[in-house]
């Protein structure tokens, strides 16, 4: 069963969550470096934990990382740190708290360099997930082949996010995302 059609099956509480990210994020083109960011930290803090928990501490990653602003979080220092640490609205998770930092820094990097995150994921593509996540594990922190995977799928950089048959995949496909853009 799809992510598509396990929504479906969900009970009314836990659809709702599921239903808007599938329908209005999920294999959706990000132009934003901010966004593109703040999806990244998301997947590293899914690793090992269910999707809901994460939609469901959104709002608190949020605040935690400023908005996911790139060059507040790459600015942090240890009592950002110990603040991440001690806040309970994010995952409280030493190696994933450090990867949004340091990968904020590497962020920025790329930016100087290439203008923007969204120009480096471009320049690079297209490639097999097997080389994203060869880029990636050389590039970032906390970034193995599922968390480059979902990331690369939600942002459009690679198909898969939705099924064919799902009503979203034809929206997904006007939205323009990159993989499309090379078959």
């Not at 659809?15 to 209005?24: E, F, P, R, T, V």
């Not at 269910?50 to 979080?73: C, M, P, Q």
């Not at 920025?108 to 593509?125: N, R």
Request: charged share 30%; proline share 2%; glycine share 4%.
């Amino acid at each position: 069963m799809s992510y598509c059609s396990a929504i479906e099956h969900m009970a009314d509480d836990r659809k709702a969550l599921h239903k808007n990210y599938h329908d209005n994020h999920y294999g959706f083109p990000i132009h934003d470096d901010n966004e593109l960011f703040g999806r990244l930290i998301m997947e590293i803090n899914q690793a090992g934990l269910s999707w809901e928990t994460i939609l469901k501490k959104e709002a608190g990653f949020r605040k935690a990382y400023h908005n996911f602003d790139i060059k507040k979080v790459a600015a942090y220092k240890e009592k950002d740190f110990e603040r991440l640490m001690a806040d309970a609205n994010i995952i409280r998770n030493r190696l994933k708290i450090n990867a949004a930092i340091e990968n904020a820094k590497t962020i920025v990097q790329l930016q100087k360099e290439f203008g923007s995150f969204e120009k480096w994921l471009e320049s690079h593509h297209p490639k097999t997930k097997e080389e994203w996540v060869k880029l990636f594990k050389k590039t970032f922190r906390f970034t193995g082949g599922e968390i480059v995977n979902e990331f690369l799928m939600s942002i459009g950089m690679l198909p898969g996010a939705h099924v064919e048959s799902c009503a979203i995949y034809k929206k997904t496909l006007k939205a323009k995302p990159l993989w499309k853009a090379v078959r």
